[in-house]
């Protein structure tokens, strides 16, 4: 039985810790461990953890690294051969973690395995089943929040898994690394599961594996500004890394200009921040394209092993006019909806 190591990332979320933190010291796969890596919570998370699961290693960061730089310095500890990035504000199924390597070791061409995942607000409905690519450049959400129905039971490849709850192959991180540091947070695991497909490997659903989630939970502690400038940032400084070129030249001009169309709608509704926060992130990406560039060449001749040509297929939906009508009409920027 291979270890699992898995990694929660926390920020002054102690009352998702302690309903979350029971259910996973419940599960049926008796090998793991449990890294709690927090960004300089203030609502006594640590001292709770260091009093009620001292089996729980603690790394403690001096301030808040977001999603991508907490998972990162959590991977420093970890000593197992597999790693389940999971939500603080999570609930996990018994066998969640069983049923996730049992996916993960039928086939060694998968390198990550997205669970199940469903409203805690309301079990019937899905958060989300995970992302697939469109030519607009925004993700295509597949399930989210749809009723739980047959059509979600069966097994996928998919474009992105979601943090919320993937496991990884240990030995993929080591050769690819984990998430960007300059992310903080959104579109981090999106960014690493394009070079895992680039690898050659592929990001499978596992709808056996369940879990419940907190939609929101840590995202409305945040301004939507920040939030909508960290997506906008991430996701140009991703596609320059990883897309070939015919793709980021058939892609990124267009999303771009979809982003300035987004910022300019803002301004009509008097979001004035929001067009600020999506002109700052292009800003962002102008100002550091050289490092992005740097990446970009390491990611494509050394990490590179399949062509787009041969993954496009695989990863790419459409959108319907329903969902670019909402995407401009309804300003509702990475609106999520099902095919």
């Not at 959104?186 to 659903?205: M, P, Q, S």
Request: aromatic share 14%; hydrophobic share 40%.
């Amino acid at each position: 039985m291979k270890k699992v190591s898995v990694i929660l990332v926390n920020w002054n979320g102690l009352h998702y810790l302690k309903k979350c933190l029971p259910t996973l010291t419940k599960s049926s796969y008796s090998n793991y461990e449990i890294i709690v890596t927090d960004n300089a919570s203030s609502d006594g998370s640590t001292s709770y953890l260091t009093k009620y699961y001292p089996k729980v290693k603690i790394v403690r960061n001096k301030e808040n690294l977001g999603f991508a730089g907490g998972n990162n310095e959590a991977m420093k500890e970890v000593t197992g051969e597999y790693i389940l990035l999971l939500n603080n504000d999570t609930i996990v199924t018994k066998d969640l973690i069983k049923n996730l390597v049992e996916r993960i070791e039928e086939d060694k061409s998968i390198g990550v395995v997205q669970s199940k995942i469903l409203s805690m607000d309301n079990s019937k409905r899905l958060d989300s089943v995970g992302a697939f690519l469109t030519n607009t450049g925004f993700l295509y959400h597949y399930g989210y929040y749809q009723y739980d129905k047959k059509i979600f039971d069966k097994t996928i490849n998919l474009y992105s898994a979601k943090g919320a709850g993937m496991l990884i192959r240990k030995n993929l991180i080591d050769k690819l690394g984990l998430f960007d540091d300059t992310f903080f947070a959104y579109f981090e695991e999106t960014d690493f599961c394009h070079r895992v497909w680039l690898a050659g490997y592929k990001i499978v659903y596992a709808p056996k594996a369940v879990l419940y989630h907190k939609i929101g939970g840590t995202s409305n502690k945040m301004n939507n500004a920040f939030i909508q400038y960290h997506s906008f940032k991430n996701r140009i400084r991703s596609y320059i890394k990883n897309l070939g070129t015919e793709e980021m030249i058939k892609i990124l001009p267009l999303h771009i200009l979809l982003c300035e169309a987004a910022g300019i709608s803002f301004i009509f509704k008097k979001r004035f921040d929001l067009f600020i926060a999506i002109n700052k992130a292009i800003y962002w990406n102008i100002i550091h394209l050289d490092e992005t560039l740097k990446l970009r060449h390491v990611i494509q001749y050394k990490y590179r092993k399949v062509s787009d040509e041969e993954i496009m297929p695989l990863l790419k939906r459409k959108g319907s006019l329903k969902y670019y009508y909402y995407l401009f009409a309804k300003n509702l920027v990475g609106y999520k909806e099902t095919f």
